[in-house]
């Protein structure tokens, strides 16, 4: 099966670099040059491309502004092209968003698009669009695109995919390479490390408090010590969560501070 390629970058020569080296994909169809995001948007829109290599950088729409304006539940697989800095590169990282640095380098070409390959065939598209939502709340498109969706989470249930907001969160449990997120009405699995939701959501408050669980501070209305010396975290809504030793010091230490 053939994987449609766009192409989205506001420098001819960079978008010829990188046509340039997908004609050795025999799998690859480029179906779209782009020079600036309305003409990305466009393409997208009505070509439905598969994968999208786009520019983070260009004039009048960013990379991200593309993807605020498609949605990123409608948004393609992206592999960003970009000449960030070292700190920005980061945030790509901690997301597992694919990045290139411009100007590309064959072998990660290659490793970037071996992913996506993967991806697609395991239909990850709700992981790849959580990916996608840190990555716009780390870097603010979200305030530049007027929204109010900062900090929000995608989650799947049965046919359908809910948008959580952090408040909505009461704690976060994690096992294998999945956690569960529980509210007030219902608990939601997602495919996602416990690392990458601390760094999602401590920005709104959560702390970890064991090995395999975080907590929204704001929930926690008592500790309650065992005889052994452990604690238990008693929560609004009467949910008892073991503290993990290792966690003790330093959540006395938080709750001390927000008292």
């Not at 498109?141 to 007027?146: H, K, P």
């Not at 010590?225 to 009467?238: H, R, S, T, V």
Request: aromatic content about 6%; charged content about 25%.
């Amino acid at each position: 099966m053939k994987l449609r390629v766009a192409i989205v970058d506001d420098e001819p020569l960079a978008r010829e670099g990188v046509a340039l080296n997908l004609r050795a994909e025999a799998d690859i169809e480029v179906v779209a040059m782009c020079a600036d995001g309305m003409e990305a948007i466009k393409a997208i829109r009505d070509l439905a491309p598969d994968l999208v290599f786009l520019d983070v950088r260009m004039p009048g729409r960013s990379g991200f502004e593309v993807i605020e304006e498609i949605g990123v539940e409608r948004m393609p697989a992206v592999i960003f092209l970009t000449a960030y800095e070292q700190h920005a590169l980061d945030a790509f990282a901690v997301n597992a968003i694919d990045y290139l640095l411009k100007p590309l380098e064959p072998a990660k070409l290659t490793a970037a698009l071996a992913r996506a390959r993967r991806d697609l065939k395991e239909q990850s598209l709700l992981r790849r669009a959580n990916e996608l939502v840190s990555l716009l709340d780390q870097f603010g498109a979200n305030s530049m695109a007027g929204g109010s969706r900062a900090g929000r989470i995608l989650v799947r249930a049965g046919a359908n995919v809910h948008i959580l907001r952090p408040d909505e969160i009461i704690w976060v449990e994690a096992e294998g390479d999945y956690v569960t997120l529980h509210t007030a009405e219902q608990a939601y699995l997602l495919g996602e490390s416990l690392r990458n939701m601390e760094t999602r959501l401590a920005p709104h408050g959560f702390r970890q408090i064991h090995r395999s669980c975080l907590v929204s501070m704001q929930r926690i209305r008592k500790l309650l010590a065992n005889e052994n010396g452990d604690y238990q975290a008693i929560l609004d809504n009467g949910t008892q969560l073991k503290v993990g030793r290792r966690y003790k010091d330093a959540l006395f230490l938080a709750l001390d501070a927000a008292n």
